[in-house]
């Protein structure tokens, strides 16, 4: 599997919403989700579960959103390769540039194996515009959320620890290639 960033309703949300949900929960929603404000012309690219995107990628399950795309696990149906993601809505940011440098300046630095790595990308057009589609691995899901797994929410110090030498490569690799993340 894959990802794809782009955007639709899921179908159980679709459907639990048009059974006239109460308030609160429509406002909780609201809160974890994009603003459906933001699927118009040059905003993001309307997709559903089971959309097959460039002939072969067929979407499976929304991942997620942020400011220029949405996420979307899809199934590769050319070939078998391991879970990619498709994003898919980000506009010319220099993102697959980034990518295509970051893929290629120096893969036996210690820190090249902790940095997201592009796959594909091919650009589809909607009726919001044009979308630049890329295709990465997929990704583990962010340690606030996984942090939850354990009592009191605290993480293992052991784990504290590694995860913070990946980060740390990571940023060196990014550094290195003249990028700086801010999202951090």
Not at 47 to 66: F, T
Not at 132 to 151: E, N, P, R
């Amino acid at each position: 599997m894959n990802t794809l960033r782009s955007f639709c309703l899921p179908r159980f949300l679709t459907t639990f919403s048009a059974r006239n949900a109460n308030a609160i929960a429509v406002q909780d929603w609201t809160a974890v989700e994009e603003s459906l404000q933001d699927y118009g012309p040059n905003g993001y690219h309307p997709v559903s579960i089971g959309d097959v995107l460039d002939s072969h990628y067929r979407v499976i399950q929304k991942l997620g959103w942020g400011v220029y795309s949405t996420v979307w696990l899809f199934q590769n149906e050319r070939y078998v390769i391991r879970p990619p993601c498709l994003a898919t809505n980000a506009p010319e940011i220099h993102e697959l540039d980034y990518l295509h440098y970051m893929r290629t300046y120096s893969p036996s630095h210690p820190g090249y194996s902790h940095v997201i790595q592009l796959l594909d990308y091919f650009y589809h057009h909607g009726p919001n515009g044009r979308h630049l589609c890329l295709v990465t691995d997929a990704m583990a899901q962010d340690l606030s959320s996984f942090a939850g797994q354990w009592k009191n929410r605290r993480l293992p110090v052991s784990f504290v620890k590694q995860a913070t030498r990946q980060v740390l490569l990571g940023l060196e690799y990014l550094h290195n290639c003249n990028i700086i993340h801010t999202g951090l």
